[in-house]
């Protein structure tokens, strides 16, 4: 996949098919789209192409006073793990439109001309049942259908991806994140949620009672954290080894009042220094909340139960 963040860097396409969002979580709704893409270029012989924003449209403009998620945004992707997934679709282009007041400003109008046909050269569009695009969300299917025929191009309209009779969505993904609904999370995605952060140095309590976890620090603040508790993680290292773990995200109730909160991971059956190294956790199972206990014999005794849950929900 051809990654290209500069529309004028484009090469005008022949025959091009073109799909556009924001694909943030690049759930199965998304998958659905990307797929009926990749199925559409390879009967008609064109490139694939995604188009895609950055920074996310609701950062340059602010969610509107009706939007049923109104605290600050959480990415469920950074960029680059957008990148990624979008590439396992095979993707041929991918379009990073830098997302301005200037680019939001546009009409319909001058969206299809000068980014689906001018910069791109669009000739078929596969979108999502919701896509909007243009000045005011005023663009949609029924309006590329109008005027599909004066452009020169075909459209088509993917319906909403439901899971278990729900419509899927990222503010739904995002919402069980937040309660820890890590299965319901999971199976909207159709992938295990990701982490990644840089190990930094902590208290080290946890070597002496014989749980050494690593301490992230998460590289895109805007990534969303789930919901404070123990999980059941697979953890990559930057070396590319994979291992089960136990994660804590929370306070340390235990060990004192008013702390801060922390991303604490052990690794079971790993030794070795990965300070400052990056580190990949992939949610599997919510285990339990975090509770605080009376002193450090009792949470040690804890930690194996918690090692045995881990070990058993990635089995």
């Known amino acids: 996949m051809l990654v290209i963040r500069d529309p004028a860097d484009f090469p005008l396409l022949q025959n091009a098919v073109v799909t556009s969002g924001t694909f943030d979580g690049v759930h199965v709704g998304h998958q659905r789209i990307l797929q009926r893409l990749h199925e559409v270029a390879q009967a008609s012989g064109g490139p694939s192409v995604v188009i895609t924003y950055w920074p996310h449209p609701r950062l340059v403009l602010g969610p509107p006073p009706t939007h049923p998620e109104l605290l600050a945004l959480q990415l469920l992707n950074t960029l680059e793990e957008r990148i990624a997934k979008l590439a396992e679709f095979g993707v041929d282009y991918l379009l990073i439109v830098p997302f301005t007041k200037d680019f939001a400003s546009w009409t319909s109008e001058q969206y299809i001309q000068q980014l689906l046909i001018d910069t791109v050269g669009a000739r078929r569009l596969v979108i999502g049942y919701d896509h909007r695009f243009g000045k005011n969300r005023e663009g949609g299917f029924d309006y590329l259908s109008q005027h599909a025929e004066r452009y020169g191009f075909t459209v088509e309209e993917i319906p909403r991806e439901d899971v278990d009779a729900v419509g899927v969505s990222s503010t739904r993904i995002r919402r069980a994140l937040l309660e820890g609904d890590i299965a319901t999370a999971n199976r909207y995605l159709g992938y295990q949620y ?106 040690t005794a804890q930690l194996a139960l918690d090692a045995q849950a881990t070990r058993a929900a990635l089995a």
């Open 194 to 299: 990701p982490l990644t952060g840089r190990v930094v140095h902590g208290q080290k309590l946890g070597r002496t009672i014989g749980y050494p976890t690593a301490n992230l620090e998460i590289d895109e603040p805007l990534k969303l954290v789930p919901a404070q508790g123990i999980y059941a993680v697979w953890a990559t290292t930057a070396a590319g080894t994979r291992h089960p773990a136990m994660l804590s995200i929370g306070v340390r109730p235990t060990i004192g009042d008013d702390l801060a909160q922390t991303i604490e991971v052990n690794l079971l059956d790993f030794e070795g220094d990965l300070y400052d190294q990056s580190l990949t956790l992939e949610f599997v199972a919510w285990l339990r909340g975090e509770e605080k206990y009376d002193g450090l014999d009792a949470l």
